[in-house]
C-alpha cells in the first residue's frame, strides 16, 4: 500500500498547495450564485411547500460545487502530467491499475468534499436548513464524487492538450450539472425538457442530495441511488480497463 499512499498523499499536496485557486475560489462563486439567484427569486419561487428558495438553492450549489472540483482534480493532474512529462514518475513504479484508480478517485473525493464543505459553511448562514436525513446527504456526496472522479480520470486520460479537456468540461460537465435542478425542481419544466431531465445522472445526484435536507425530492431517493450507482459502476470499469491497458499514458 506504499505506493497508492504516496500517490495518494501526492494528489492531495498538489491542490492544496494551491487552495487558494482549487478551494477558495469556487466556494466564493457558489456564494454569488446564491446571492444573486436568493435575491432575486426569493420572494417569487417556492418549490417545496414550507422551505424556502434560498434554502432549496444551497443543497444544489453544495453538490454541484462537489461535483465539478471532484471532476477538475482527476482530469487536471493526469493532463498536466502528460504535458509536462513528469507522468513517468507516476507509470515506472510497479503500481498496479487498482492502486492508480483508487488513489486518483479518493483524492478527487477529498476535493470535492471539502469545497462542498467549504460552500456549505458559508452558504448555510443565508438559510434556515434541516437535517431530515443525513445518511443520504453522506452517501450521495461520497457517491458523487466518486463519480465525477472516475469520469475526470477518463477525460484525463483521453485528453491530450488543455483545450480538449476544456471541451469536455464545458459541452459535458457543466451543461450536465446546470441541467441537472440545481436552481429549480424539472417538475416546472415543460414534459419535453422533464424527460430529458430524467435521462441526466447528474440529476439524481442532486435530488437525492437534496432529499437529505428536506425529506421531498422529485423521485424516490432508492431510484436515484440506484441509478447513481449504476453509473459509476460503468464508469470504474471503463476507467480501470483504460488504466490497465495503458491507452494513451504507455506510448
Not at 414550507?50 to 438553492?57: D, K, N, S, W
Request: aromatic share 16%; glycine share 8%.
Amino acid at each position: 500500500m506504499i505506493g497508492f499512499q504516496t500517490l495518494f498523499y501526492k494528489e492531495i499536496l498538489r491542490f492544496w498547495k494551491v487552495a487558494t485557486q482549487t478551494v477558495a475560489a469556487p466556494v466564493l462563486t457558489a456564494m454569488l450564485y446564491l446571492l444573486i439567484f436568493g435575491h432575486v427569486l426569493e420572494s417569487h419561487v417556492q418549490v417545496y411547500p414550507g422551505v424556502q428558495y434560498t434554502a432549496f438553492l444551497v443543497p444544489g450549489l453544495v453538490m454541484m460545487s462537489v461535483l465539478q472540483n471532484a471532476f477538475a482534480n482527476s482530469s487536471s493532474s493526469l493532463i498536466q502530467s502528460k504535458i509536462t512529462g513528469n507522468l513517468v514518475f507516476v507509470l515506472l513504479p510497479p503500481l498496479s491499475h487498482w492502486e492508480l484508480f483508487g488513489a486518483y478517485v479518493l483524492a478527487a473525493v477529498v476535493r470535492g468534499l471539502v469545497v462542498g464543505a467549504g460552500v456549505f459553511i458559508i452558504t448555510a448562514w443565508f438559510a434556515h436548513l434541516s437535517f431530515v436525513a443525513p445518511w443520504w446527504i453522506a452517501i450521495f456526496a461520497l457517491l458523487g464524487a466518486a463519480m465525477l472522479g472516475t469520469m475526470g480520470l477518463i477525460a484525463g486520460i483521453w485528453a491530450e492538450k488543455f483545450d480538449q479537456l476544456a471541451a469536455f468540461q464545458n459541452f459535458l460537465i457543466m451543461p450536465a450539472t446546470f441541467l441537472s435542478g440545481v436552481f429549480y425542481s424539472i417538475h416546472s419544466l415543460p414534459p419535453f425538457w422533464q424527460a430529458v431531465s430524467h435521462a441526466n445522472p447528474f440529476f439524481y445526484m442532486i435530488d437525492g442530495f437534496r432529499y437529505g435536507f428536506f425529506g421531498q425530492s422529485d423521485v424516490d431517493p432508492l431510484l436515484s441511488l440506484g441509478i447513481v450507482a449504476v453509473f459509476f459502476a460503468a464508469l470504474a470499469l471503463i476507467a480501470i480497463q483504460l488504466l490497465k491497458s495503458g491507452y494513451k499514458l504507455r506510448h
